[in-house]
């Protein structure tokens, strides 16, 4: 079954084509609701949303794209709309203290991608979403500061402290190895 | 590591993995709800397809009601319209046909007029006679006639050159029935007692009015009618009018100058009058909301009581205009559009305490010399974290009222009930509210309101008091209960109970 199949079943209704789109896409977006998510069941939820209106809005999707970009990208929305947007005021001012941790350069190669999403789900709420939507979905500070209502400063010091904050939970993670 | 290197490693790692998932089961979880997503589409295409044949059916009926027989199967219309048709055509000789011998020379009555009469038509006038009253008329205003009261050769004026046609029997030999069947269905001037040449107006067309000074209205009158004046020979000539002599006879009188029969022959014929009027009706209601939630499941409780806790139903205000059709029997029906806006306010102060540990100083040193030495370490953060919100929250709906009513007047006071169901079209909700981890969510961010058509129940009471012959004004209380309005696993329900003012015109 091609994505071309699947979306014109699923325009149409068709729930053999709606499962084939849940079994292929879900682990993929899943994913991504996990970075953003606090726990798994948090992701859990998102994920069901988000298809929920990936169904809804397909009838309307036209192929201009990268299927897969459309359906994170509701992903990301949903998950963005379930958190609360609070956290950014009450989070800064906080970690000043974090200096640039040493990361060895080969961490990457260590540390599977199971063990980093655990660490990126550790981060505070506001962090996370800034970092995922930075580092991973490349949003640049104006569009985040505009999604999250907040200034774009504040989305780049945040970044930074994410950022540092994540080395940190990594060196520290290897420290405990040794 | 810098930091580019390190955000291109993570997203490395992190850009094409896929999580451990039990896709079966998730799709369990969806499929029910796309189940109810088809199910409420086709409900959608048939609430529409409903309301569409709900509006058509009402048009049609008031269409119906409006024309209740079409003309050409009622034997009264047909005479009406068939008198109507032969106006311009039908020349006055009622009293012509009394005294046929000098009035049937200088006039000229089309034969065929009289064969053309409509059986019905005699009978009915045979069978009533009416009495149509003659009235003089100013030498002045003879002299303004226009020009085109009656040309030469025209084809609806006399025509004193035209060969008379022997249509009617003699005067003597007239029977009421023969009489009837001659009978002018149109405006005529007369001017008896004038000489030949003293007429005001020279036109050669207008000869024959200079003989005539009276106006009369002969349609509907019968030859028993006729003023004995007419009969008695002073008589002469009958000049009909065109229809558009006639207008320009009336742009020529002055409403003072006008005799009385006038208004009478001006006035347009009365219409029935109409079983249904068409009504239109602005109203406005302001009144108070009653919220009613509950949960679906058992573990949605803590997450309901939060919400309960937060939210107050304050006020709502609905406007809409409607538009039907009233029967005389006091029974109306109505239709529109309306808009309404309920307000919440939403409340909410929480406190909370976290701990953490983190790196920190845990030991600062001085020694002799005067230097700090920090020791690093583990140490332990509490915030406390205070929040204290308080917004207003708003559900607008757009609905299309289904109303059926009666009221009973009594003089300028009316009073009646109505009740009908609102087809809702429209939901959005704007706001804040407490999410099921008790977290502030925008409520225009959630999906939790039904973008889809619903039914809320309405009924009031109302009274009513008529500012003229087709304004009324009512007012009377209503109350509206709104079922579930949301798609969470809670119930969300409202009561609004208020005070409706409106305005009704019927034309």
Known sequence: MTEHEIIRGCKQGVSVYQRELVERYSPMLFTVARRYGRDRHAAEDILQDALLKVFRAIPKYEPTGSFEAWMRRIVVTTALQSLDKGWHQRESGNLDYAEEPIVPPDIFSQLGAEELLQLIAKLPEGFRQIFNLHIIEQYPHTEIAVMLGITESTSRSQLTRARRLLQSMIAEREKIKI | ?507
């Open chain 2, 1 to 507: 590591m810098n930091e580019q290197n390190f955000d291109n490693k993570l997203r490395d790692s992190l850009g094409d993995y896929r999580s451990k998932l039990d896709t079966g089961a998730l799709w369990e979880q969806l499929e029910p709800q796309l189940a109810a997503d088809k199910k409420r589409r086709r409900g959608i295409f048939w609430w529409w397809s409903g309301a569409g044949a709900l509006l058509a059916l009402g048009a049609w009926a008031w269409f119906a009601l409006q024309n209740p027989k079409s003309v050409s199967s009622s034997p009264d219309r047909t005479v009406e319209s068939q008198t109507v048709t032969q106006l311009p055509e039908t020349v006055a000789t009622a009293q012509g046909t009394q005294s046929a011998a000098h009035t049937m020379s200088e006039t000229t009555t089309p034969a065929n007029q009289v064969e053309e009469t409509p059986e019905t038509e005699k009978e009915a006038i045979g069978a009533k006679p009416k009495q149509t009253p003659v009235v003089e008329m100013p030498e002045q205003l003879v002299s303004k006639l226009p020009k085109s009261a009656s040309k030469p050769g025209s084809k609806r004026n006399l025509n004193p050159t035209t060969p008379l046609k022997q249509s009617t029997p003699p005067a003597s030999n007239q029977t009421p029935a023969n009489l009837t069947a001659s009978r002018p269905t149109n405006p005529v001037v007369m001017a008896p007692g004038l000489p030949s040449d003293a007429g005001a107006v020279q036109e050669p067309g207008f000869a024959q009015q200079q003989k005539t000074n009276t106006i009369a209205q002969l349609e509907n009158a019968p030859i028993s009618g006729v003023s004995s004046s007419m009969v008695a020979g002073e008589t002469q000539a009958i000049a009909p009018l065109s229809p558009l002599a006639w207008l320009e006879l009336k742009s020529l009188l002055t409403t003072d100058q006008m005799p009385p029969v006038l208004p009478v022959m001006l006035a347009k014929p009365e219409k029935k009058a109409a079983k249904t009027d068409l009504l239109i009706r602005p109203n406005f209601e302001i009144g108070y909301t009653f919220k009613m939630m509950d949960r679906e499941y058992a573990d949605s409780l803590p997450a309901l009581q939060a919400r309960l806790g937060s939210e107050e139903a304050l006020e709502y205000l609905h406007g809409n205009l409607l538009l039907g059709a009233r029967h005389r029997t006091g029974w109306y029906a109505l239709t529109g559009l309306g808009y309404t806006r309920i307000t919440e306010r939403f409340s909410f102060n929480t406190e909370r305490t976290e701990r953490d540990s983190v790196d920190g100083i845990t030991e600062i040193y001085i020694n002799a010399q005067g230097d700090s030495i920090f020791t690093e370490g583990l140490v332990q953060r509490t915030r406390h974290i205070s929040y204290r919100k308080r917004t207003y929250s708003s559900y607008t709906l757009l609905d299309v009222p289904l109303i059926a009513g009666y009221d009973w007047e009594k003089g300028r006071w009316s009073y009646g009930a109505e009740a009908g169901i609102f087809l809702n079209i429209s939901l959005k909700a704007k706001g804040d509210a407490l999410d099921r981890y008790s977290d502030f969510v925008r409520l225009e961010d959630t999906d939790w309101f039904k973008p889809r058509i619903g039914i809320s129940y309405y009924g009031s009471l109302r009274i009513g008091y008529a500012l003229d012959d087709k304004t009324r004004i009512s007012l009377g209380p209503t109350f509206r209960y709104v079922p579930n309005v949301t798609e969470t696993n809670y119930t969300q329900r409202y009561g609004l109970l208020g005070l409706n003012i409106g305005i009704a015109r019927r034309f």
